[in-house]
């Protein structure tokens, strides 16, 4: 939808995932002032390996989880369409990634045309990059919490996208998420049934439910049913695990239990309940993924 006052801003609807690294704010709070000999120089090095380094890490290995499931995808959606709505499915997903500090805010708008079907990929893309990295990220020591949800939002003139989709899903990583885990919102999760529920008279209509299908395979809930990312669930096994590191997930679990043990040493009740919750949900997959 354009605005007649600015013909260049279109406000739509879009998917926004708002994804922190925890335990940044103390490594970048010791850059106060440049080296001015090699000891200090080794110290940078130091906290930006911590820091900056790890934010670019973070947008590598999305970038390639995104297109390892888009190429597998596209190969079959696009067969499964074009021969039903010839045009109904597009590979430009609309994907804008941007950085604010420690954070990665990563955004496909959802279009309302043809059936959905592009939409879907860009947000099942999105949902299965962000299991992976979630996923390498703990393995490497480097605990992630977000949140994802739908709203109307808009892209700004700098490429970023600004609006209710932001602010909803910096609101689930900020004040709902609690341990490393990516809370969905009520929208996103609303968002998926309709589309399954969608009229056949629509080309594409099937292909997009059962991608929106998929995607619904890709989120669970907590006791209190607050709806989070199935980072480690069976469709991203599928998709992703071969795209994995190997020894990621002793790995990861490896850290989970020396996180337990040295919050548990320091007293520090509220995390060790949050890495306890995290222990918890690794387990409970730990099948699925046994290396």
């Given at each position: 939808m354009r605005i007649d006052d600015d013909p260049k801003l279109n406000v739509e609807w879009y998917l926004t995932a708002f994804v922190d690294i925890l335990g940044q704010k103390g490594p970048l709070r010791e850059l106060k002032a440049l080296p001015s000999n090699p000891q200090e120089y080794d110290r940078l090095k130091e906290t930006l390996d911590k820091t900056v380094f790890r934010v670019l890490a973070l947008r590598s290995l999305f970038d390639s989880f995104?297109?390892?499931?888009?190429?597998?995808?596209?190969?079959?959606?696009?067969?499964?369409?074009?021969?039903?709505?010839?045009g109904a499915f597009s590979s430009d997903t609309g994907l804008v990634v941007t950085h604010v500090s420690d954070s990665i805010i990563i955004s496909v708008p959802l279009t309302f045309e043809k059936c959905h079907v592009t939409s879907l990929i860009g947000v099942n893309a999105v949902v299965m990059a962000i299991s992976g990295i979630w996923t390498v990220a703990l393995s490497r020591g480097w605990p992630l919490r977000g949140g994802i949800d739908v709203g109307i939002s808009t892209k700004l003139p700098g490429g970023e996208i600004y609006g209710a989709s932001?602010?909803?899903?910096?609101?689930?990583?900020?004040?709902?998420?609690?341990?490393?885990?990516?809370?969905?919102?009520?929208e996103f999760v609303s968002y998926l049934p309709v589309i399954q529920a969608q009229s056949e008279d629509c080309p594409g209509a099937s292909i997009a439910a059962s991608t929106a299908k998929l995607c619904s395979e890709m989120v669970t809930e907590d006791e209190q049913h607050q709806a989070y990312l199935d980072c480690l669930s069976a469709p991203v096994h599928q998709f992703l695990g071969a795209e994995m590191p190997s020894g990621t997930i002793n790995a990861l679990e490896a850290?989970?239990?020396?996180?337990?043990?040295?919050?548990?040493t320091k007293g520090e009740t509220k995390l060790i309940t949050r890495y306890h919750l995290l222990d918890q949900y690794v387990q409970s997959r730990h099948a699925l993924w046994r290396e």
């Open positions: 995104f297109q390892a499931y888009l190429e597998k995808e596209d190969t079959v959606v696009r067969r499964s369409i074009e021969h039903i709505a010839p932001l602010e909803r899903a910096y609101s689930l990583e900020h004040e709902i998420a609690g341990w490393p885990r990516i809370a969905i919102g009520n850290f989970i239990d020396r996180e337990e043990r040295r919050w548990l």
